[in-house]
């Protein structure tokens, strides 16, 4: 039987790892999971009921009473600032990590059809949620080129906005998710670094296809 692959695809935001996934999954066939949308899933849903994020119990408790696993993870509101802000402001307690951690864990190793392994990507998944993974990968980008990536993004989605306003809302999500005590965003000592800010996503992406194909020789 060929081995599972499990590929760990760690970045800031818009730092283009989603677009890299993708393409990845599609190519070697492997099942794909946004973890981050898991997040924005959980900040909707306290959002929805009303529930001040700051109130941790009554944050822990919905969450815990709702199932990830019917949730409907391609809801494009899930993409706009102001649930992505609120996703990172929530992500920080470990109670949240942990419901999320059982679901990402079940995700990654289950078997997914004709599936040949899966990726995920989001801040913690070749530190915490996979770090026994086969390859993994942490991208970053400069703040201008992330910043014009998302305002882009936003303007496709027909979410108007002002630039100016989505560079402050990925200087602060950097901060927050880098400095956070539990799970900081962190590049694992294995991962390979690609930096994208002078690369186009072809070009992001046939690098880090070498490097799979060179795992699987
Ligand atoms: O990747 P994203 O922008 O969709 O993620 C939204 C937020 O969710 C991000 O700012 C922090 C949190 N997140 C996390 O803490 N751990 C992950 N593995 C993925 C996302």
Do not use: C
Request: proline share 1%; aromatic share 8%.
């Amino acid at each position: 039987m060929k081995k599972h692959i499990t590929v760990a695809i760690d970045g800031n935001a818009a730092s283009g790892k989603g677009t890299l996934a993708k393409k990845l999954a599609e190519y070697f066939n492997y099942a794909y999971l946004d973890t981050g949308k898991l997040y924005r899933a959980a900040a909707l849903l306290i959002m929805e009921k009303g529930i001040d994020y700051k109130d941790i119990k009554k944050v822990i408790k919905v969450i815990k009473d709702y199932n990830f696993y019917n949730s409907n993870l391609k809801d494009n509101f899930l993409k706009s600032d102001e649930i992505g802000t609120l996703a990172s402001l929530i992500s920080g307690y470990q109670e949240l990590r942990n419901i999320l951690l059982t679901y990402q864990r079940k995700f990654a190793y289950e078997q997914h059809d004709n599936k040949l392994g899966v990726i995920l990507d989001g801040r913690d998944i070749g530190s915490v949620v996979l770090p026994e993974a086969n390859i993994k990968f942490f991208i970053t980008a400069s703040i201008s080129v992330r910043t014009e990536r998302r305002w882009k993004e936003l303007i496709s989605l027909g979410q108007s906005t002002i630039k100016r306003h989505v560079e402050e809302d990925i200087r602060d999500r950097d901060k927050r998710d880098s400095n956070r005590k539990n799970s900081p965003l962190i590049a694992s000592q294995d991962a390979i670094l690609i930096d994208t800010t002078n690369l186009e996503a072809n070009e992001v992406f046939s690098l880090a296809k070498k490097h799979i194909e060179e795992y699987l020789l």
